[in-house]
Every structure is written in C-alpha cells, then in structure tokens.
C-alpha cells in the first residue's frame, strides 16, 4: 500500500516542480486586508502566470487590483498565502533584497512618473544610473530601446515637449531598459486617447513576444476585447474569472 | 557616475531649502560652541588641578607681635608634625617681597601697603593636601598664631565656578543641540517631500536603499560638519579676543588654555555633529521613506 503511494505520488511531485519553473508568477492562498483603511482588500488569490503570458487585470474601482500590483512589488506582503515571482519567494524576501528584486520588474503607470527635469533619455539612463550600471552601458542601450519604443530622434526632449503618448513610450522604455522578466503596467492607457492607447499596446505586445510576461490592470474593454488575450476578472478582492483569449465581459 | 549624482543631489537639496539649511546650521554652531567651551572648561579643571597639587601650601601667619622663641617653636612643632614634608620661615621682608612681585603691576596698591604691615608665616608643603584641616585644626588656636591658611580651600572655589560654568554650557549645549536635531528632522522630511517623484521612482527601478537615503542623510551630515566648523572657529575666535584679550588678568590666575586643547576639539565636534546628524537623519527617512 505505501509502496503503492510512493509511486503514485512521485510523478505528480515531478509535475509539479517543472509547473514551479514554467510559471513566472504564482499567487497561492494571497490574502491581504487593511483593517484601518478602506483600502481595497484581496481575499484567497490564485494566479499562476507563464512566462511571456500578456493578462489582463480587470475589475471595478476598489476590487484590488492595485492592491495587487503592490503585493508583486513587494510594497505591501500579504497576511496570508505565498507569492513568487521568477525563483524568489517575495513573502520571504528580506528588506534589503527588495530593491535587487524590482529590478527583475518593470512598470508603467496611468501617470507616467517621469523626472520633469530630465531628458527622455536620461529618464532611461537614470534606471540605468541608480542601479550602478557604468555610463558605457547606457549610452549603448539607451538610444537602442529608445529606437525600440519609436521615439529614436526625439531623445533630448524634455517630458513637457513631448505628447502623453510619447511620454508614456518613455516611461515603457525605461521599464523595459533592464530587460525585466515581468513587466506591470497600471492603466497605461488611461490618459490617452484611443489612437494612442492602441499604439502603446502595439508597444507592449512587441515586448510581449521577446519573452517578457506582461500584466495589465485597465478599465478600457475595447483594448481587452481587441487584444483579446488572458483576462482575469476580479470583484471584491476575489477572482470572479480567470479566462484564456477572453473579452471585458 | 553615481558619487557626482549623489552629491549634485545634496547641494541641490541645501540650497532648495537654504533657510532651513542655514537654520540649522546655526543652531548646531551655537551647541557644539558650548559644548567645546564645556569640554575645555572640564580639561581646564583637570590642569588646574595637576598645576596646584604639587604647589598647594598651606600657610600659617603669625601675630605681629610673636617673640622668636615662639616662632620657632611653632616651627619646630610644624617639621615634627607627620603631615609636614616642608616648612619653610617666611619674615616680614620676604612676604613685603612676594607681594611686591605678585602685584607689580599695580604699584599705587603696593605703595599703600607697609612693610610692617604683612605678618611673617611659616609655608608649609604639605605631604597630602587632603590632611591640611588636621593640620589647621591642630595650629589654628595656638599662641602667636594669626591665621592658617589652606590654598586648596580657595582654589576650591575656583573649580566650584568653573564647574558651574561647565555645567551650565553642556546644558545648553544640550538644548541646542536637541533643538538642532530638530531641525534636521524637519529638514529631511521637507528634502523628502520635495524630492518624492525622484524616491519613488527610484525604488520603482530598484535603486538600494543606502542610494535612496545617501543624498539626505548627506545632507544632514554636511550642514552638521560647516556647524561644527563654525563652531571651532567661535571657540579660536574666543580664545584671542575674550581670554587671551579683554579679559587676561582674570583668566592669568589659572594657566592658560592652550591651543593644542582647541586644536583636538575640531575632530571631536565633527565627529560627534557628523555622526549625530547621519543617525538623526536615518531614523527620519525610516519614518518618511518606506521600502
């Protein structure tokens, strides 16, 4: 009987590991609260997302998405559950690794969170600079990822001399600059126009395809339903639907 | 690469907030002022009492009108006491000398004064000092003796001043000091806010933390090093101008305060400002800027 366990038992174990490599995120049992806020809490999050996967995150105003997109960060830890992304445990990650860790991610927001005082790529090259990367490196790679997010020839322009959708490609680029293994992207196209917007995510689904996974929180369903890539539905904390090629619903 | 930005960053967040930076300085200058001049006062005791200890007599001043006889017997009794390593006759002639030369300067106050006036003693060194009361407890009531006189009882008051006079500089020191601390902390938060778009997104990025923190807590650590140098700088100011200066005969009763002394304390302020305001700082970005 045990004998009988044993071998029915290691194949599922070996199954599992090689899931553990395949996925690049894995959300198991996540749960946070904020008992002295209305922050938006999450309750009991399973995610687990491959590498290269492009998702999308979407859901009402307080359904904790950005919740989420903090615990990925590491700027909050969950009260409950594990989180890993890539071969490190976040929950266990130790303070002073936090910042060695965001380096394997990238992120864009609704905003931008440009440096309005520096050029588009120094804006690029100060990711670069505050991680200690050699100006060598970043006069190579700077003018090359700019070239990738098609602002080659507008690199010394400051952030009030260039559009929302220029400043976003910055932003994108800059993320992107450390070649990171995952890339989060809060409502990128939330201060653009549609036009714009469809050109971002023709960006980011360029990125998508050297390998980089990309998770997506938006409120624009036509993107979602255009894109029509992985959607994950989230209501009060909880993932309500976990679709592959799925529409905003 | 990285050094240039964190200073560009420093000098930037100073003068972004010069009142502030200049505030602080100030009040960081004024409390290491008093805590030099307290360290100097606390050297100053222990020179004084090196100086003295070898040199402190006591001194027993005969009636006027003491016959020989009695004189030297009090001598003799005075070598025979256990406490005694030296006792030395000093007549009318000699004390006239002594105060002659003690106060040259004022030659109207020696002038006025009589050779028959001042009372001939016996100087005694003592082998202890400490054992002077028994010895003027022993002496004091005999005949033919004026007055005993221990040194020690009037340098007493001297270090009681100075003591005094240290406590009350560390208490302000103190209370400067705490008031700059204060400011420093203000200052931090202040550089933080205005600095929260480069933070945030240098954390975003993955800067480490110290490289994050490095420009404010530099910050604090120069505005306290240009205090502790001002602070250096009153302390020399005061050596030339109020001891050496307006105010030497006062301060030539105890030896001189001398340059090696101020000298040391430029390290000893830096150090402590720079180290206190690096940790002041710290703790302040702890609260304000989160991982």
């Known amino acids: 009987m045990e004998y009988a366990t044993l071998v029915l038992e290691a194949p599922d174990r070996l199954r599992e590991s090689a899931d553990r490599l395949r996925h690049v995120i894995q959300l198991e049992g996540v749960t946070k609260h904020y008992p002295r806020s209305n922050r938006p809490s999450v309750e009991d999050v399973n995610v687990f997302i491959d590498k290269g996967e492009f998702v999308f995150f979407i859901g009402p105003t307080g359904a904790g998405k950005s919740t989420m997109i903090k615990l990925l960060l590491r700027e909050e830890v969950p009260d409950k559950g594990k989180i890993s992304v890539g071969d490190i445990d976040v929950t266990r990650l130790r303070r002073w690794k936090v910042p060695a860790y965001r380096r394997s991610i990238g992120c864009v927001f609704q905003d931008f969170r440009l440096l309005p005082n520096r050029t588009a790529a120094e804006n690029v090259a100060f990711a670069l600079e505050v991680i200690g990367k050699p100006r060598s490196v970043a006069r190579r ?3 090359e990822v700019l070239e990738l997010v098609g602002l080659g020839g507008k690199e010394h322009r400051y952030p009030h001399e260039l559009s929302g959708g220029e400043q976003q490609r910055v932003a994108v680029a800059r993320a992107f600059v450390n070649r990171p ?4 992207a809060d409502e990128p196209t939330g201060n653009l126009d549609p036009d714009t917007s469809i050109e ?3 960006l980011l689904d360029r990125i998508s395809r050297t390998g980089t996974t990309i998770l997506m929180v938006t409120h624009d369903s036509n993107i979602v339903n255009q894109m029509r890539r992985r959607v994950i539905e989230i209501e009060n904390g909880q993932i309500v639907r976990d679709q592959a090629r799925g529409v905003y619903g | 690469m990285r050094a240039k930005y964190v200073m560009s960053e420093v000098f930037l967040g100073l003068w972004r907030n010069i009142s502030m930076t200049v505030a602080m300085i100030i009040t960081m200058a004024v409390s290491l002022t008093m805590l030099g001049a307290g360290l100097l006062l606390y050297n ?6 090196e100086y003295y200890q070898t040199n402190l007599e006591v001194v027993v001043y005969l009636e006027r ?4 006889e009695v004189s030297d017997q009090i001598g003799a009794d ?7 390593e030296q006792a030395v006759y000093e007549s009318k002639e000699e004390a006239y000398e002594r105060f002659k030369e003690t106060f040259e300067d004022t030659p109207d106050l020696v002038k006025s004064v009589d050779a028959e006036v001042l009372p001939s003693a016996w100087r005694i060194k003592m082998k202890d000092i400490a054992d002077a009361p028994k010895l003027i407890a022993e002496f004091q009531e005999r005949e033919g003796v004026y007055q005993v006189t221990n040194q020690r009882e009037i340098l007493q008051q001297v270090f009681d001043i100075l003591g005094g006079a240290q406590r009350l500089t560390l208490i302000v020191a103190l209370v400067q000091g705490i008031a700059a601390l204060m400011l420093v902390a203000n200052t931090i938060q202040v550089a933080a806010y205005s600095r929260r778009r480069e933070v945030a997104i240098m954390k975003l990025v993955g800067a480490p933390n ?3 923190q490095a420009p404010f807590v530099l910050e604090a650590v120069f505005a306290g090093v240009i205090g502790s140098i001002f602070a250096f700088a009153t302390l020399i100011a005061a050596k030339y101008l109020v001891i050496d200066g307006q105010f030497e005969n006062l301060f030539s009763l105890m030896p001189p305060i001398d340059m090696q002394a101020i000298l040391i304390l430029l390290p000893i302020l830096t150090g402590i400002s720079a180290v206190i305001s690096a940790i002041t700082a710290w ?3 702890r609260f304000n800027i989160k991982v």
Not at chain 1, 181 to 184: D, P, V
Not at chain 2, 65 to 68: H, K
Not at chain 2, 78 to 84: H, I, R, T, W
């Open chain 1, 200 to 202: 971002i995510m023709r």
């Open chain 1, 141 to 143: 790679v700077v003018p």
């Open chain 2, 44 to 49: 100053q005791v222990d020179v004084i009492e």
């Open chain 1, 181 to 184: 293994l995952l890339l989060l």
């Open chain 2, 283 to 285: 703790i302040t970005l």
């Open chain 2, 210 to 212: 110290w490289f994050v």
């Open chain 2, 78 to 84: 005075l070598k025979a006491s256990p406490y005694v």
């Open chain 2, 65 to 68: 009108e003491v016959t020989q």
